[in-house]
């Protein structure tokens, strides 16, 4: 590439230069194109020769001018566009730089600021779409940034100007589940002034937070830390908290989002239910594993999840009341008890509270915003089978340990199993996650500290015993982690390099051997233990899919949920008013969680607190004079933003919904239905500019076909499609010395 | 000759595909492998780091490693690699490329030598020949190592003639066995 490098010396490019275009002295009501070519710095500049793609640009139809700057996106830069339009030079502008994601707003404000409608933009991408991708090809990407110019003057010629408009903006906001994402997100909402409907599934909010012992790394009681907050949701004047309850149905769009929520019936009145235990006593189901113990210990058909819950109130677990399953209670029914008769131990207990008549409930209201929170789910231990979880008692999960550390935990906070404390105790990190084979290619995040945790938590209340954490890496990348698994090897824990091969029973014994390679003497071992706790990963909750496809969000790879832009739109999605926060959009610590739950009540604020919104001005449009209202536009638009009327008979674009993904427009028999922005003659003009041949575009050809052959067919080629090439006359270079 | 990896990838790459031979760089050391192995629970085999060998071009000391003949390919650990490495693959192309270069160990030699004169890796002994006279079958079955079928031994070592397979585990006509026996099978 030296020959290469030489003749395209980037660094005696000048910053900036301008070259008149070959429409200079056209007429004032046709297309004035303007194009700005940017170095990027050097990204652009050091690849594509700037200077010769200006040129050409200036030799391209209805070009009056173009220039080259070494940042087109900073001030002077935009300047530059500025000037132009003020003297009335043109009415069009097209920027070859970056990817319009990055700098599309940008330059339309320039535009709309300088009075030029902003759909007047164009951009050509000749960073990601040419210089990145191909640096060592210097001649080839100059030539490919020609043809990126020329199809972007191509359509630049053809574009409309289009009214941005706004909506109204309903200022209240739904949040989909309770856990401490949702939480956060709903309070500072709701401090901010702006009411909140708060959706949680569960009988009480807290999520899987209220189940945990300890924080990381501070050691400081879950439960002491969360109830205040979970006090305050449930009290809060602003938070409509709707437990117990599931989001029945969303449609509408920004501003106006209509939610229907069923309310599941609880048959308590939860007004009068005084938390106290009479009704569990009174309860003959008893053997329902408890979901929150994680299934070490149980409770009745009426249940109150756990002592601190919000609401204070109990449930009736239709699933296991016998009333509620088989009809019948001792010698109750729901007769005997209309009739005034025989009434279930429940209700003989506690007089008054309990309903088994309550309904489901629908309930409806508008949202202007809504955030989707709702969380995780363990990855199934049974997946990774050599640690036969489920076949052994003495392999639990990370969760069902914390429990056992938990004081209102099964054991009262003591670890032990089957009322035996442990003597060896191991713990395998990475289980379900970072693994390939079950499917979870990604780090779950939180288990390297969870595991650091419990492990000192064990060697703390059991300090006789032997505690071993089993890793392949430790990441303790988060404030103070570092320094705490310093402080968790000192207190006596061992942390064995190498992920253990399996477990099996001891024969004669209810102990286990752990089977696994210490990796940094690189000789096997085989430690036996009493207990063997499985650091689970996180997956995405699986009872969410219909929130996912109401409110049409996408997913990554991994299952969870998708942001608009993995780094600089962390908590925004692909549709306007929609956010998403917490462990549904990654695994993520408690800390992290708050973080992004705050961050989608901002997110939310923004709209609310202004009460209206921009929409989609590039959106679909019905030519009614075409449309024969067959409706196929309907059948296939994502978003139900078509609709017939019934009366003239043609078909209506709903243009708060409508996201302009062009579906409509590829199936309509008729041509009326087309984008936007984005009309076919549009499109096609960029697609014929691509395709056209030129010289531009045919390199160096294999030996066979000699220089002169190529120039012909070249000249011959353009002679065809009628496009004016030739020299540019008085293509002036402004070079200016550049300063330092 | 290139790196190991490198001819790992082209060798093996032909019997096992390319991209099982590329796993071995997504190894993360993590020792589930040997955690697991069935063999080197007994043995010195340790497959995380045979994979760590060959990724630091390790060859001379791999091909001259006993251990790299103690895999009994059962495939445990290619199951359970969290990174989907495709760990006996890898080990069978070392095999390989370890046997190309003249580093075959003698059992897997003398294995050979079985196949070369009769038909069999595992060849029906006296005992195997008394059960099957005892359960009223004739005492060999009508294979390459039946003296009738002189014929198809004839084929098999022709076969092994053909493909060099002879020289590579240094066999010896004459006595019908490997060179230098004697002295311990050593080349």
């Known amino acids: 590439m030296g020959d290469l490098e030489e003749e395209y010396d980037y660094t005696k490019i000048p910053p900036t230069g301008s070259a008149e275009g070959i429409a200079a002295g056209a007429p004032e009501d046709s297309p004035r194109i303007g194009v700005y070519v940017c170095h990027c710095g050097i990204n652009i500049k050091m690849t594509v020769d700037v200077e010769d793609v200006m040129r050409y640009a200036a030799s391209l139809p209805n070009v009056v001018v173009a220039r080259h700057y070494i940042f087109m996106c900073s001030d002077p830069g935009q300047d530059l566009i500025r000037k132009d339009l003020a003297a009335g030079r043109i009415n069009r502008v097209v920027v070859a730089s970056c990817s319009p994601r990055m700098h599309e707003p940008t330059f339309r404000k320039t535009c709309s600021d300088s009075g030029l409608n902003p759909f007047y933009y164009e951009m050509a991408n000749i960073r990601e779409h040419c210089s990145w991708p191909h640096g060592d090809f210097h001649k080839e990407a100059t030539e490919k940034a020609k043809e990126l110019v020329r199809s972007a003057v191509a359509r630049s010629a053809l574009l409309e100007p289009i009214e941005e408009k706004l909506v109204d903006v309903k200022p209240e906001a739904l949040v989909i589940g309770g856990g401490v994402t949702g939480m956060y997100a709903a309070l500072d909402i709701a401090n901010g002034g702006y009411k909140v409907h708060l959706v949680e599934s569960k009988p009480s909010i807290g999520g899987h937070v209220a189940q945990l012992s300890r924080t990381f790394p501070t050691l400081e009681r879950t439960a002491s830390l969360l109830t205040p907050r979970m006090i305050e949701v449930g009290a809060h004047p602003n938070i409509d908290l709707m437990t117990y309850s599931e989001v029945e149905e969303i449609g509408g769009y920004i501003g106006n989002f209509d939610v229907k929520v069923k309310r599941k019936p609880r048959y308590i009145d939860t007004e009068k239910c005084k938390d106290c235990t009479p009704c569990i006593e009174a309860c003959p189901v008893k053997d329902i594993p408890d979901e929150f113990n994680e299934g070490l210990s149980t409770r009745s058909a009426i249940y109150i999840p756990f002592p601190f819950a919000v609401p204070p109130a109990y449930t009736i677990d239709a699933e296991h009341c016998l009333l509620l399953k088989e009809g019948k209670c001792g010698d109750a029914t729901l007769e005997t008890i209309k009739e005034g008769k025989a009434v279930p131990p429940c209700m003989a207990a506690c007089p008054g509270v309990i309903d088994f008549e309550q309904k489901e409930e629908i309930e409806e209201f508008t949202a202007g915003t809504i955030i989707v929170a709702t969380g995780y789910d363990l990855v199934n231990p049974e997946v990774s089978a050599e640690y036969k979880y489920g076949v052994y008692p003495n392999v639990i999960t990370s969760m069902e340990f914390e429990r056992l550390l938990s004081p209102g935990g099964p054991t009262g906070g003591k670890i032990e199993l089957n009322g035996k404390e442990p003597k060896d105790i191991m713990f395998i990190s990475c289980v379900g996650s970072r693994n390939k084979q079950v499917g979870n290619e990604y780090c779950s995040r939180v288990c390297c500290m969870y595991l650091a945790k419990q492990a000192y938590l064990a060697k703390e209340q059991l300090p006789d015993a032997n505690v071993t954490v089993c890793f392949q890496d430790v990441r303790a990348f988060g404030k103070g982690f570092e320094e705490f698994y310093g402080d968790v090897k000192t207190k006596g824990v061992f942390y064995m390099r190498g992920l253990p091969g399996e477990i099996y029973k001891k024969p004669g014994s209810d102990r286990v051997v752990v089977r696994g390679e210490n990796t940094l003497i690189g000789e096997p071992y085989e430690q036996e233990a009493d207990l063997v706790v499985l650091g689970m990963g996180l997956a995405p909750n699986k009872d969410v899919e219909s929130i996912i496809s109401m409110l049409k969000l996408s997913t990554s790879v991994d299952g969870f949920l998708m942001e608009a832009h993995p780094k600089l739109r962390p908590v925004d999605t692909a549709t306007d008013g929609i956010f998403i926060a917490g462990c549904c959009v990654s695994p993520k610590d408690i800390t992290d969680s708050i973080a992004q739950g705050k961050a989608t009540a901002s997110g939310s604020l923004r709209y609310l607190v202004q009460g209206r919104a921009v929409i989609e001005p590039a959106i679909s449009q019905i030519d009614e004079e075409i449309c024969i209202g067959c409706g196929r536009c309907a059948e296939v638009c994502p978003y139900g933003a078509l609709e017939l009327d019934e009366v003239r008979h043609v078909m209506t674009v709903n243009e708060a919904i409508c996201k302009g993904c062009g579906g409509c427009n590829s199936v309509c028999p008729s041509g009326a239905a087309t984008m936007k922005h984005y009309r076919d003659r549009q499109v096609y003009a960029q697609i014929d500019a691509l395709t056209e041949v030129t010289d531009v575009g045919r390199l160096a050809e294999p030996e066979s076909a000699s220089a002169a052959e190529v120039a012909a067919e070249a000249s011959a080629g353009a002679a065809d499609t009628g496009s004016e090439t030739g020299e540019v006359e008085g293509a002036e270079t402004e070079a200016v010395p550049s300063a330092g | ?187």
């Open chain 2, 1 to 187: 000759m290139g790196t190991l990896y490198e001819d790992m990838v082209d060798y093996g790459g032909e019997v096992f595909g390319r991209e099982h031979l590329e796993t071995l760089r997504e190894c993360v050391q993590c020792g589930k492998c040997t955690g697991g192995c069935p063999s080197g629970r007994n043995t010195a085999l340790r497959t995380r780091k045979l994979m760590q060998m060959a990724l630091l071009d390790m060859r001379e000391e791999i091909f001259n490693a006993p251990e790299l003949w103690f895999c009994s390919t059962c495939f445990t650990c290619y199951e359970r690699c969290p990174k989907g490495v495709k760990t006996t693959d890898i080990i069978r192309t070392l095999r390989n490329l370890a046997a190309k270069e003249g580093h075959m160990s003698v059992p897997h030699r003398m294995i050979g030598v079985y196949v070369m004169k009769t038909g069999h890796a595992v060849p029906i002994g006296p005992a195997q020949m008394e059960l099957r006279e005892a359960v009223g079958l004739e005492s060999q079955p009508p294979t390459a190592q039946h003296p009738q079928n002189k014929e198809q031994l004839e084929q098999v070592q022709k076969l092994f003639r053909a493909t060099n397979y002879d020289a590579m585990i240094d066999f010896d006509w004459d006595t019908m066995n490997l060179r230098g026996m004697d002295k311990g099978g050593k080349k």
